[in-house]
């Protein structure tokens, strides 16, 4: 009785702050990147315990990373993949349904499938505009599956794990590796289903996306199931480094979509780029994050938080092993850097000797992003809304 009682405290204290909380982040959406950042403070340190409270959370940070993702002054950069979806969805506004199997042979026919349904909705988009849906669907997406793996735990725990993995999330690559990004989502929701049907239902739908999503779910299940799979996990990866030649002189007698993504990492072999040294810098973060998790401990984690504190050292290693081969580092290790970078920290952190930890380390890097963000040159971070709302049309 006492439990139930405290429970519904609890809950009437959150429905009582809503109309407080929406007024401050509401307030806040004319500038996206106070609004973000006011949400996930929220999510961090106050902690709602209504799930409609942090959802509406989640989403308010949700939208406002997407518009500053879609505010990226894309015409400075040089070619990029996003001029190719651009090139796709314009396509398809006018007609040309011959771009639906331009991906893998034409089973890659997730992004332009998306395509299609987003010209349904509005065929005048301009390419921030484009950026802007694919963000949003993505993080969308991301947030679905959040609520859903953490549906068994305490409300607070929930609310720290959401507002720390929005705040990580790298959407742009959202908008630059988006067949990637979306399958790699996918594939989360494949990996956490218990239905052996649904499961290989959300592969086949994630491979539409990339076909990389089937090695990928064989590493998991590899990985998950022997005691040393980690060591398999770096073996693959050097005999990838090592081998990555005999790999190109197979590419005749090799499936075409295999073909050509390894025809498209020797177009890109020329060296690292600032973006795999960019990429490697987060998993780097990820491991001191894992020391400092280790030593609260006493250097005697349980057993149930082993397997979140090794991710970032194997998947450092791996980027390592990877590293003369640009572009190839960065997307294997996708996943880890640019996904799931705050969710690893919460697991890393959650435990009870740890807690305070996890929240010193949360508001460490709350401020940290505040600072990348703002000090971002040319990003359109600190942009408006009406001033971004001018970029998504044509």
Same mark, same amino acid.
């Given at each position: 009785?006492?439990?139930?009682?405290?429970?519904?405290?609890?809950? =009437?204290?959150?429905?009582?702050?809503?109309?407080?909380?929406?007024? !401050?982040?509401?307030?806040?959406?004319?500038?996206? @990147?106070?609004?973000?950042?006011? =949400?996930?403070?929220?999510?961090?340190?106050?902690?709602?315990?209504?799930?409609?409270?942090?959802? &509406?959370?989640?989403?308010?940070?949700?939208?406002?990373?997407?518009?500053?993702?879609?505010?990226?002054? #894309?015409?400075?950069?040089?070619?990029?993949?996003?001029? #190719?979806?651009?090139?796709?969805?314009?396509?398809?506004?006018?007609?040309? @349904?011959?771009?639906?199997?331009?991906?893998? /042979?034409?089973?890659? #026919? /997730?992004?332009?499938? !998306?395509?299609?349904?987003?010209?349904?909705?509005?065929?005048?988009?301009?390419?921030?505009?484009?950026?802007?849906?694919?963000? %949003?669907?993505?993080?969308?997406?991301?947030?679905?599956?959040?609520?859903?793996?953490?549906?068994?735990? $305490? *409300?607070?725990?929930?609310?720290?794990?959401?507002?720390?993995?929005?705040? @990580? &999330?790298?959407?742009?690559?959202?908008?630059?590796?988006?067949?990637?990004?979306?399958?790699?989502?996918?594939?989360?929701?494949?990996?956490?289903?218990?239905?052996?049907?649904?499961?290989?239902?959300?592969?086949?739908?994630?491979?539409?996306?990339?076909?990389?999503?089937? *090695?990928?779910?064989?590493?998991?299940?590899?990985?998950?199931?022997?005691?040393?799979?980690?060591?398999?996990?770096?073996?693959?990866?050097?005999?990838?480094?090592?081998?990555? $030649?005999?790999?190109?002189?197979?590419?005749?007698?090799?499936?075409?979509?295999?073909?050509? +993504?390894?025809?498209?990492?020797?177009?890109?072999?020329?060296?690292?780029?600032?973006?795999? %040294?960019? $990429?490697?810098?987060?998993?780097?973060?990820?491991?001191?994050?894992?020391?400092?998790?280790?030593?609260?401990?006493? %250097?005697? *984690?349980?057993?149930?938080?082993?397997?979140?504190? +090794?991710? *970032?050292?194997?998947?450092?290693?791996?980027?390592?092993?990877?590293?003369?081969?640009?572009?190839?580092?960065?997307?294997?290790?996708? #996943?880890?850097?640019?996904?799931?970078? /705050?969710? %690893?920290?919460? +697991?890393?952190?959650?435990?009870?000797?740890?807690? @305070?930890?996890?929240?010193?380390?949360?508001?460490?890097?709350?401020?940290?992003?505040?600072? =990348?963000?703002?000090?971002?040159?040319?990003?359109?971070?600190?942009?408006?809304?009406?001033?971004?709302?001018?970029?998504?049309?044509?």
């Amino acid at each position: 009785m006492m439990i139930e009682a405290e429970y519904k405290t609890q809950n =009437s204290r959150d429905v009582l702050l809503i109309p407080l909380y929406l007024a !401050l982040t509401m307030g806040a959406l004319n500038i996206p @990147m106070l609004s973000f950042f006011l =949400s996930v403070f929220i999510l961090i340190n106050i902690q709602p315990k209504h799930s409609d409270v942090r959802l &509406i959370f989640s989403l308010i940070a949700g939208v406002s990373l997407s518009l500053m993702a879609a505010a990226r002054p #894309v015409a400075f950069e040089q070619f990029s993949d996003t001029d #190719v979806y651009y090139g796709i969805y314009r396509a398809i506004c006018d007609g040309d @349904m011959s771009v639906l199997t331009l991906y893998g /042979g034409g089973f890659e #026919v /997730g992004i332009s499938v !998306l395509f299609f349904l987003l010209s349904l909705i509005s065929s005048n988009l301009s390419i921030n505009g484009m950026m802007f849906f694919l963000s %949003l669907f993505s993080i969308i997406l991301f947030i679905v599956w959040l609520c859903r793996v953490s549906a068994q735990e $305490a *409300p607070q725990k929930q609310a720290l794990l959401l507002g720390i993995s929005l705040l @990580m &999330i790298n959407l742009y690559f959202s908008t630059q590796t988006s067949r990637q990004f979306i399958a790699t989502i996918l594939l989360l929701f494949a990996i956490t289903e218990k239905s052996l049907f649904i499961r290989f239902a959300l592969l086949a739908l994630a491979s539409a996306f990339h076909i990389t999503s089937i *090695p990928f779910f064989i590493i998991y299940v590899l990985g998950q199931r022997w005691r040393y799979g980690w060591l398999a996990v770096l073996g693959l990866a050097a005999v990838l480094r090592f081998y990555f $030649a005999n790999l190109l002189a197979m590419i005749g007698v090799m499936p075409a979509a295999m073909a050509e +993504k390894i025809t498209y990492y020797l177009n890109n072999s020329a060296g690292y780029t600032e973006a795999d %040294l960019g $990429a490697l810098r987060i998993i780097v973060l990820l491991a001191i994050v894992s020391v400092i998790a280790t030593i609260t401990c006493r %250097l005697k *984690p349980p057993a149930e938080a082993r397997v979140w504190l +090794k991710v *970032p050292w194997i998947a450092g290693a791996v980027h390592i092993i990877l590293l003369p081969i640009p572009l190839l580092s960065l997307r294997t290790t996708l #996943v880890i850097h640019a996904l799931l970078p /705050g969710f %690893l920290v919460a +697991k890393m952190l959650d435990r009870r000797q740890t807690w @305070m930890m996890a929240m010193a380390v949360s508001n460490a890097l709350l401020l940290y992003k505040v600072v =990348s963000f703002a000090s971002a040159e040319g990003s359109g971070n600190l942009l408006s809304t009406l001033a971004i709302s001018h970029l998504l049309f044509l």
